[in-house]
C-alpha cells in the first residue's frame, strides 16, 4: 500500500515522484525545532506537488511556490548521497550543502589572506592530470618487494604538491597557495583526509597488514554460538621471560644453564570462557604433536601440582572442568578455531580433532570456507584476551621478562636476573598451572561477575544442554604412533627376529619364536608416549604378538620417541658416543650436563621432564621430594647444601642426582607401564602417516 498520493507529474519530476516510497528516511526527531518546522513546510509541499496542486494552492498552504519544489525535487531530493543512495526526503533538509562550492572566478594574485575560496578544487579543474597524481599518490599502498617510503605523512604529499605547482608557473605569478601565511598547507591537509575517507579499502592496505585484516574481520554477528562447548579457540604463545634450569657437573657442583623459549598451547570454550587444558613446550616452534598433547590435556582429568617452590597458591574452587566434576571430563567441542599455523592445521591434527572430539578446524587456510582470516588477533579475542591477561598479571610483572617489546627491559637483562636469582623452570611451570587454575575460578565480567567454572556448572544442569563425551580408549591413543616395520632374523645362524623401530631393536619371547614371519612386515605400535622402551605388535592380518621391549642402549629409561631421535641423531654426527654397556638416555644428560656452554636443548627438557612425571608415578612422596631436593635452587644455600652432602654421604661415594635418579628408576618399572591401561589392539587408531618429530 502506497503511503503517498498518486503522482500526477510527468517529464523528469514524475521519473523522480514515481520512486517516492523509496525514498531514504532520516530521524527528523534529531533536528532542532527551528530547522524541523522548516523541513516538515517543505515535506508537505512536495506532497501536495505530488498531488497536482497548482501554485497557488501550494502558496496558501506552504510558504512555498511550485517553481521552488520543483527545484528542491531535481537539485537536491534526485542527487546521489554519499551512501550511494539518492537523498531523497534528506535532501529537503535546510542549511546543508548538497553540492561543493565551485569556484568561478579566477584566482587573484592579492595577499591579504582573502578572496581564496575554492582555490585548490578551481586548479584540479583546470589541471586534472594534476588531481589524478596527487590523488594515486595519496592511496599509494608499499610494496614490500621493494625498498620504498612507506607511512608517508601529510607533509610529504604537501610539499610535493607545491613542486608540481611551481612548475605550472603559481609561484611565479604569486597566485594560491604561494600568496597565503601557511601556503595552503590546512587546506592541502583537509584534502589529503577526505580522499583517504573516500577510499577506506585502499587506506586500511596504508596503514599495513594488521588494519587490513581488522578492517575485513567480521563482529562475530553471522557466527553466534548459543551453548557451551559449541566453539573453542587454541592458539600457542611464548611465555616473555627468561628462565634457567640447575644441571649436576662431573665435579658434583651444580651449574644454571639459561632456556630462552617456552610456547604455551592453550584451549579455551568461547562460550563460558573457561580454560579448558594446556600444554607448556620447550621446542624452537609448536610442532604438531604439542598440539595433539594439548588436545590430549583438555579431555583428561587435571591435578593440581605440589607446590614447592612457587609462593603463589591456588585460590579457592580454583581448577579445570575436569577437575570440578566427573560429568564434565572428556567433554567434546563442536568446533576448533585456530590461526595459520602449521601445526595447528597438520592432517594429523584435523584428522584427530574429527574422529576423537568430533570438532571441525576452522582455519584461515582450510580448503572449506570458513570466517577465520589468518594471524588475526580480532578472529580469536578470546584466548588473545586471555594471553594478556597471562603476560600482564604474571610473567610481564617480573623482573626476569623480556616484556612485549625491546623496550620494555628498561636497560635490565632478564639472562642475568634469572642465573641471580636461579629463576627455574621449574617454578615457571608451577607458576603457569597457578595462574589458569586460579584464572578458571576468577569472576568476569562478561559473565555477570561469576567464574567460568561456576557458570559452566550452572549451564551443566541445564535440561536442554546434553554434552558429547570422547571415547577413553581415543583419548589415550591420540599420541600414540604406528608404524609397519619388517621382522629381521636368521634360522640358520640361530639370530632370533627382531624388529628395529625408531632407532631402537624390539623383541619379546613371543617374537623370538616366530622364524615364519622373517623377511614380513608388522605392525608396531608406540603406545606410551612417555615411555618409548615398550611398544606393542601385531601381525598385519590383527594378530596380537604382545608387548615388545627396546634392546640396550633404550631399555633402561624411560624416554619418549622424540628424545630417542635427538640421541640419535647426536650419535651418528658423533657428538656422543654410546656403548651396548651405557643407557643413551643417561649418557645424553651427562653430555648436556657437563657442557656448560652447550645450550639447553628441548629435548633434555623432555627427558627431564618425562623423568620426574615417572618418578610421582612410580615411587613414594618421601624418596620424590629427596630427588627434587637435588636439583633445587635452594641447594645454592648453605643449609640444603649441607642437606643433600649428608644424603651423598650416607649413600656412599658422591652420587650425583641422575644416579639418584638412575636407582629409583630401574628396568623393573616397565612391567607398570605395561599395565597402567588395558590397550586393544582393535581400538587402537588406524593406520597414520609417520609423523616426523
Request: proline share 4%.
Amino acid at each position: 500500500m502506497n503511503r503517498y498520493p498518486i503522482n500526477s507529474r510527468s517529464g523528469k519530476v514524475g521519473e523522480i515522484l514515481n520512486l517516492i516510497d523509496t525514498w531514504p528516511t532520516f530521524d527528523e526527531g534529531a533536528l532542532t525545532d527551528k530547522i524541523r518546522e522548516k523541513f516538515l513546510d517543505r515535506k508537505k509541499a512536495v506532497i501536495l506537488y505530488l498531488q497536482g496542486s497548482n501554485d497557488e494552492e501550494i502558496r496558501l498552504h506552504t510558504s512555498l511556490s511550485a517553481k521552488q519544489i520543483y527545484r528542491l525535487i531535481t537539485e537536491r531530493c534526485s542527487l546521489t548521497h554519499e551512501d550511494g543512495r539518492i537523498y531523497g526526503w534528506r535532501g529537503l533538509i535546510p542549511n546543508q550543502n548538497i553540492k561543493p562550492y565551485n569556484r568561478i572566478k579566477k584566482l587573484n594574485s592579492n595577499n591579504d589572506g582573502c578572496g581564496h575560496s575554492g582555490a585548490l578544487k578551481l586548479i584540479f579543474d583546470i589541471h586534472p592530470l594534476l588531481r589524478l597524481n596527487f590523488n594515486e599518490r595519496i592511496l599509494r599502498i608499499p610494496k614490500s618487494s621493494k625498498i620504498e617510503e612507506i607511512n608517508t605523512s601529510k607533509r610529504s604529499h604537501w610539499k610535493w604538491l607545491l613542486n608540481e605547482l611551481k612548475k605550472l608557473g603559481y609561484e611565479a605569478r604569486y597566485e594560491w597557495p604561494f600568496n597565503t601565511k601557511k601556503i595552503g598547507y590546512q587546506t592541502i591537509c583537509t584534502y589529503i583526509q577526505s580522499v583517504l575517507e573516500n577510499n577506506p579499502k585502499r587506506t586500511v592496505k596504508i596503514n599495513g597488514k594488521e588494519s587490513t585484516q581488522k578492517y575485513q574481520t567480521g563482529d562475530g554477528v553471522n557466527r553466534p554460538i548459543h551453548k557451551p562447548f559449541s566453539r573453542v579457540e587454541m592458539d600457542a604463545h611464548k611465555i616473555d621471560g627468561r628462565f634457567c634450569i640447575i644441571v649436576p657437573d662431573i665435579t658434583g657442583a651444580y651449574t644454571s644453564k639459561i632456556i630462552h623459549r617456552i610456547w604455551i598451547i592453550v584451549i579455551i570454550d568461547v562460550f563460558t570462557r573457561v580454560v579448558l587444558g594446556y600444554h607448556i613446550s620447550f621446542e624452537k616452534e609448536v610442532n604438531q604433536n604439542d598440539i595433539l598433547r594439548t588436545i590430549k590435556n583438555s579431555l583428561i582429568q587435571w591435578q593440581p601440582k605440589n607446590n614447592m617452590i612457587s609462593e603463589i597458591k591456588y585460590i579457592e574452587n580454583a581448577g579445570f572442568p575436569s577437575y570440578l566434576s566427573k560429568d564434565l571430563l572428556g567433554i567434546c567441542w563442536d568446533e576448533t578455531s585456530v590461526d595459520g599455523a602449521l601445526a595447528e592445521n597438520s592432517k594429523l591434527v584435523e584428522k584427530t580433532l574429527l574422529e576423537v572430539v568430533g570438532s571441525k578446524l576452522i582455519s584461515p587456510i582450510s580448503q572449506e570456507p570458513n570466517f577465520s582470516k589468518r594471524r588475526n588477533k580480532d578472529d580469536r579475542p578470546f584466548i588473545e584476551s586471555f594471553f594478556r591477561h597471562l603476560s600482564c598479571n604474571g610473567f610481564q610483572r617480573l623482573s626476569n621478562t623480556t616484556g612485549k617489546d625491546h623496550k620494555s627491559k628498561h636497560g635490565r637483562d632478564p639472562e642475568k636476573i634469572a642465573l641471580a636469582g636461579q629463576f627455574q623452570l621449574e617454578y615457571a611451570m608451577e607458576l603457569i598451572d597457578v595462574i589458569i587454575a586460579n584464572y578458571n575460578a576468577t569472576p568476569h565480567s562478561s559473565l555477570g561477575y561469576r567464574t567460568p567454572l561456576e557458570y559452566l556448572q550452572t549451564l551443566s544442569h541445564n535440561p536442554n544442554i546434553h554434552f558429547r563425551y570422547a571415547d577413553s580408549h581415543d583419548i589415550q591413543n591420540i599420541l600414540s604412533f604406528r608404524k609397519k616395520c619388517r621382522v629381521n632374523g636368521d634360522l640358520k645362524s640361530g639370530r632370533a627376529p627382531f624388529v628395529n623401530f625408531q632407532g631402537a631393536r624390539y623383541s619379546n619371547e613371543i617374537l623370538r619364536q616366530r622364524y615364519d614371519l622373517i623377511g614380513q612386515s608388522i605392525w608396531i605400535v608406540n603406545h606410551l608416549e612417555n615411555d618409548a622402551r615398550v611398544a606393542l605388535a601385531n601381525t598385519v592380518q590383527g594378530g596380537a604378538l604382545g608387548v615388545l621391549r627396546a634392546s640396550p642402549p633404550w631399555n633402561k629409561f624411560p624416554h619418549s620417541l622424540l628424545v630417542r631421535k635427538t640421541i640419535n641423531s647426536a650419535i651418528q654426527r658423533k657428538i656422543i658416543h654410546v656403548s651396548q654397556n651405557q643407557d643413551a638416555i643417561e649418557e645424553f644428560l651427562n653430555f648436556i650436563e657437563n657442557n656448560k656452554k652447550i645450550p639447553v636443548h628441548p629435548a633434555y627438557l623432555e627427558a627431564r621432564r618425562i623423568l620426574t612425571l615417572t618418578m610421582e608415578e612410580n615411587i613414594g612422596q618421601h624418596i620424590l621430594e629427596k630427588a627434587k631436593d637435588k636439583v633445587r635452587f635452594d641447594t645454592f644455600k648453605s643449609e640444603h647444601t649441607n642437606k643433600i652432602n649428608k644424603l651423598d654421604n650416607s649413600r656412599g661415594d658422591g652420587i650425583k642426582g641422575e644416579n639418584l635418579i638412575s636407582e629409583m628408576i630401574n628396568t623393573d618399572s616397565i612391567d607398570s607401564f605395561e599395565t597402567q591401561s588395558e590397550f586393544k589392539l582393535e581400538l587402537l587408531p588406524a593406520r597414520r602417516k609417520v609423523r616426523q618429530h
